[in-house]
């Protein structure tokens, strides 16, 4: 498969990004971006905020985080995502087919949530949210493959990649920011409802999206029948042996690199509504500043994480976004100081500006590691593996800032969290030095050896 740090790529300039997002293809992978984002905080961060307001500890909602285990575990099933159709869906296509099918689940367990609600028992409310979080994540499976498929090259995968991260952002300020706005006025019932039916935005694209047309140049075993021995073994086993076959012993490397590199965004992921609501901030100023300046930084460091792999490559774009994670992070704990509008909306703007740069490169870096015939697989362990640290360690983060508050105090506790979770940002820093190395010796190799 193509690189998406081609030649061809590196000569497209930001201009050229922007006016490819009138692409029909490129406009419904935004959609798309849009429906995968609409259920990820509904089921995390945005949940946590209704949590605290209910009276929730800081220790119960952290654990409760670990809903978000469903992104981690989603290699399991993917390998029945690349190759059954979905129930009563395959007139659609594989894609397609699968896509509508989580989405309305996805919603029926949104849904069911605003019914609910925490006053029913976070029991009540965690089943519903594990139903919503696990058809996100099967939904997650299915649109990346669609991405990378549908792609006719890796010039097109950047491209792709760069629109499915704006939709995606998108979908994240909408449930970060405005639905607090909506929650302020008709509650959290409502506002959980009325995001439930808008994963319709999702069905629509999922109709109107192609279906990809199947790689011939696949791996002949890739293309077994899943219900008989062979292909059901080459459907988990082989994506797992065609990766570390193809990558060697780096493949251990690159695995690590990913698997770190969006901690600073992960850990504290619980606790910043609690802390919002701890300092003081009104639901309208958060949501304020989340959908103005926020948004903008979000959208400038899309396309700024899409200009950079295009103009600098994959490896200098990914170090950047690590420096650039660990100093959003960290900068969260300025508000503890001065929990003032200036303060507050200058870090939403880098918080935000990082995580897009961060989340663009590293989505780019992701889909160029997968190989033909795996590829929902293949992407779903990579995808999996940078959540899987994570998700796992923000189920602490309550924990861990309510033992450090008989010390720092309470708004001391989080400052403390937060510049000790910007600092993990340096390993995969280091890590993805070796391997633009690492790269760099293979290329030169390459280019001293005979054709």
Known sequence: MAQPNSASAKRRTALDV?????????????????????????TGNTLGYWLREEGTSLKAIGFLSWVGLAYFFKFLWAPIVDRVDAPGLGRLGRRRGWMVL?????????IGMAAVGPTAGLTAVAAFAVVAAFASATQDIVVDAWRIEASEDGDEMGLMSSAYQLGYRIAL?????????????????GSYLAFGLAMGIGV?????????????TAPAQALTPLWTPRGFFDAVVGPFVEFFAKHKWVAFLMLAAVALYRLPDFVMGPMYNPYYHDLGLT?????????????????????AGGFCTLRLGMFPTLILGAILQGLGTAAFALLSLTPSLAVFSSVMAMDNFAQSFAGVALVAYMSSLTGLGYTATQYALLSSTYAMLGKF??????????SLTPVHGLIGAYATAFVATGALAIPPMILFIILARIQAGADAHKAETPA
């Open 18 to 42: 922007i006016r490819s997002l009138r692409r029909p293809k490129v406009a419904v992978m935004m959609t798309l971006g849009v429906s995968s984002g609409l259920p990820f905080l509904l």
């Open 102 to 110: 989580s989405q309305v689940v996805v919603a029926l367990g949104l």
């Open 173 to 189: 300020l909408a449930t970060d920011a405005l639905i607090l706005a909506v929650a302020a006025r008709i509650g959290w019932p």
């Open 204 to 216: 629509a694209a999922s109709l109107a999206a192609i279906e990809p047309t199947r790689t011939k």
């Open 283 to 303: 639901k309208d100023t958060i949501a304020a500043v989340r959908g103005s300046i926020g948004l903008v930084a979000a959208f400038v460091g899309i396309a």
């Open 393 to 402: 360690l923000k189920g602490f983060s309550g924990a861990a800032v309510e």
